[in-house]
């Protein structure tokens, strides 16, 4: 069974501090996805990670996927308050030939000014 | 282009009564995912739509949940004899599928209240 585990489960850090959520995952997956959800919203996708090595950057955010280990990482650099929000991982399995999407616990952030 | 919308985007309820939810996904896009979220938590997978089939159910927590998608587009959810554990958001995703990333557009959600 597929099962994914995001570790802190909230997070409180000062502006202009660095910090890394991570996301485990229990069997092969061939896609991790990074999502982001802030109060009351829905979830908008940030990364997608497609193999082993990725690494992909979007202003102060950098995701990275190392599939051996079956761990992806979210790793905040001098963080801001408008990053203040729920951080999910998600991964893409495959179970009878049908693909199933599992999410994570979420990460709660809160920048404090 | 027009990203999945979802309606109603709030509906209370009162216990015992039926709901349809209704997403429509983003255009040519053959998978559809239904969710549920409560308040604080994560995901929950319900059902999953590949073209108007439903190869994964195994997410529905009861048969007074059930699911459907007609014209390989609009889905609805509907749930009978609504519970008040049944509130929560309900969350439509949908995507291309393979050969693709697979990445998943979501919709606004519906915030179900059932009193």
């Known amino acids: 069974e597929l099962k994914v585990e995001q570790n802190p489960l909230f997070l409180s850090m000062q502006e202009g501090k660095n910090y890394t959520i991570y996301c485990n995952y229990s069997?092969?997956?061939?896609?991790l996805y990074w999502y982001r959800q802030d109060p009351g919203k829905s979830l908008e996708s940030l990364f997608v990670?497609?193999?082993?090595?990725a690494v992909k950057q979007e202003g102060r955010l950098m995701a990275s996927l190392d599939t051996k280990a079956r761990l992806s990482t979210l790793h905040i650099t001098a963080a801001v308050h408008d990053l203040s929000a729920t951080y999910f991982c998600?991964?893409?399995?495959?179970?009878?030939?049908?693909?199933?999407?599992?999410f994570g616990t979420g990460t709660r952030l809160k920048v404090l000014a | 282009g027009a990203g999945v919308s979802q309606s109603p985007s709030n509906k209370v309820t009162e216990k015992g009564k039926d709901v349809e939810l209704r997403c429509d996904p983003i255009?040519?896009?053959?998978?559809l995912y239904w969710y549920r979220q409560s308040l604080g938590q994560g995901l929950e997978f319900l059902i999953y739509?590949?073209?108007?089939?439903?190869?994964?159910k195994s997410g529905l927590p009861s048969d007074r949940f059930s699911a459907e998608r007609t014209g390989g587009s609009v889905s609805t959810l509907t749930i009978q004899r609504t519970q008040q554990e049944d509130s929560a958001v309900y969350l439509c995703?949908?995507?291309?599928?393979?050969?693709?990333?697979?990445?998943?557009?979501f919709g606004p959600g519906t915030r179900l209240t059932v009193l």
């Open positions: 739509f590949q073209g108007n089939s439903a190869p994964d």
């Open positions: 255009s040519g896009h053959t998978a």
């Open positions: 069997t092969t997956s061939d896609r």
């Open positions: 995703a949908s995507s291309l599928t393979s050969g693709t990333a697979g990445e998943q557009f």
């Open positions: 998600a991964v893409r399995g495959i179970t009878s030939g049908t693909y199933k999407y599992i």
């Open positions: 990670l497609l193999s082993n090595g």
